[in-house]
Structures are given as structure tokens and as C-alpha cells.
């Protein structure tokens, strides 16, 4: 069983600080590392990708993964209430069918 | 967008009856999954199909079919409803041929089984 952990909040930032999502996951021929977001009563939406060790930056987005410690992080610089919403860690295999998503941490950007 | 569309958006039903959601996509993605989202449980996987009349079972399959007799159509069916089956039921769709595996959601069908 593939398991995807995240912390589920909520995360209250103040507007304007940088919101830090975190998630670790079992399977470690995990290769692609995805975060969704999803407003309350909305689908969820790809906002990030990320296969290699580091940092990926996008705008106000930056994704960071550690596949020695199994641990893959989304940092929100500048949080705007926008923001608010749930974001969900999905870890897939090479090849993998299956796509497997972690609870997700619910974040609160307060005005 | 994505092309894909469920329906129906929201059905109330009683215990017993069976129940069919469909999935439509128009983008010729090859895989399609089933996924239902509770509170405190997040997406789970219940059905995925990676091609036509391929499918394979996801972590949650007890109680639910599914038939993809067409590339553009997967369908999800609930044989004999039950209240635990009450829930916002995601169609997603992947192309792994390109080489990714996101997906894309369609918008949700609310299920509640009275």
C-alpha cells in the first residue's frame, strides 16, 4: 500500500508570508511529484511538477524534492487569500497507472 | 480545459437502486479513473481503465463496476447503493504516452444515497 502523508491543517498564514506545504511518501520508486490545488466544492487543478532533486520554481510557487528522505515540499511565497484552499501531494511511479494522493493540507491566507 | 464532463453533477438516490455516473472525455487520453473524496479520507482511487475494456481495481473498488466500451466513455456503476457510498464522486483523466502522468479532473458528481 502506497502511502502519501500530509499534514492536514489548516495552515493559517498572514497575507504576504510564505505558506509551507509539506508531504512524505512510502513508495520510493516514486518519480514524478505533483501538487493539486482545490478551492472548497471545486475539482482539483495541477499547479506544480517536479521530477528531479532540488528546487522547481513557478512564479510564486516553489517545489522542492528530497527522494533520499522520500520528502517533497510546496513553498507559496507572497500568500494572497487566493491562495486559500486545499492542496494535494500525488507521488506516481515510472510507468505507474495509478495516481495516489495524499489527504492534503488545507491553508487559510488571513487579509 | 480538459475536456471532460460528468454527469450527472449531483443525484439524490435511495438505498438499493443502482446507480450509473458517466465520464466523457473528448481528448483521447488513454487512461480515465474513478475517484471518490470524503472528508478526512481525501481522493481515493476506485476504478482506473487503461484502454478500452482494460480496467483494474483501485483501493476502494467494494461495491462498485465499472465499463469503458469506448475510448471517450468510462463509466462508473453502483450496483446496489448503499449510504456509505454517499459522496463527491472525480472522473480524471492521464495521457501517459506524452510522458506525464497528471491528470485532469472533470467537475464532480455529488451522490447521496438516502
Known amino acids: 500500500q502506497k502511502e502519501v502523508e500530509q499534514n492536514s491543517g489548516p495552515l493559517s498564514v498572514p497575507e504576504g508570508a510564505i505558506a509551507s506545504l509539506n508531504c512524505t511518501y512510502s513508495d520510493r520508486g516514486s518519480q514524478s511529484f505533483f501538487w493539486y490545488r482545490q478551492y472548497s466544492g471545486k475539482s482539483p487543478e495541477l499547479i506544480m511538477f517536479i521530477y528531479s532533486n532540488g528546487d522547481k520554481e513557478d512564479g510564486r510557487f516553489t517545489a522542492q524534492l528530497n527522494k533520499a528522505s522520500q520528502y517533497v515540499s510546496l513553498l507559496i511565497r507572497d500568500s494572497q487569500p487566493s491562495d486559500s484552499a486545499t492542496y494535494l501531494c500525488a507521488p506516481t511511479g515510472a510507468g505507474s497507472y495509478q495516481l495516489t494522493f495524499g489527504k492534503g493540507t488545507k491553508l487559510s491566507v488571513i487579509p | ?114
Open chain 2, 1 to 114: 480545459d480538459a475536456g471532460i464532463t460528468q454527469s450527472p453533477r449531483h443525484k439524490v438516490t435511495e438505498t438499493g437502486t443502482p446507480v450509473t455516473l458517466r465520464c466523457h472525455q473528448t481528448e483521447n487520453h488513454r487512461y480515465m479513473y474513478w475517484y471518490r473524496q470524503d472528508p478526512g479520507h481525501g481522493l481515493r482511487l476506485i476504478h482506473y481503465s487503461y484502454g478500452v475494456k482494460d480496467t483494474d481495481k483501485g483501493e476502494v473498488s467494494d461495491g462498485y463496476s465499472v465499463s469503458r466500451s469506448k475510448t471517450e466513455d468510462f463509466l462508473l456503476t453502483l450496483e446496489s447503493a448503499t449510504s456509505s457510498q454517499t459522496s463527491v464522486y472525480f472522473c480524471a483523466i492521464s495521457d501517459l504516452l506524452s510522458g506525464n502522468t497528471e491528470a485532469f479532473f472533470g467537475q464532480g458528481t455529488r451522490l447521496t444515497v438516502v
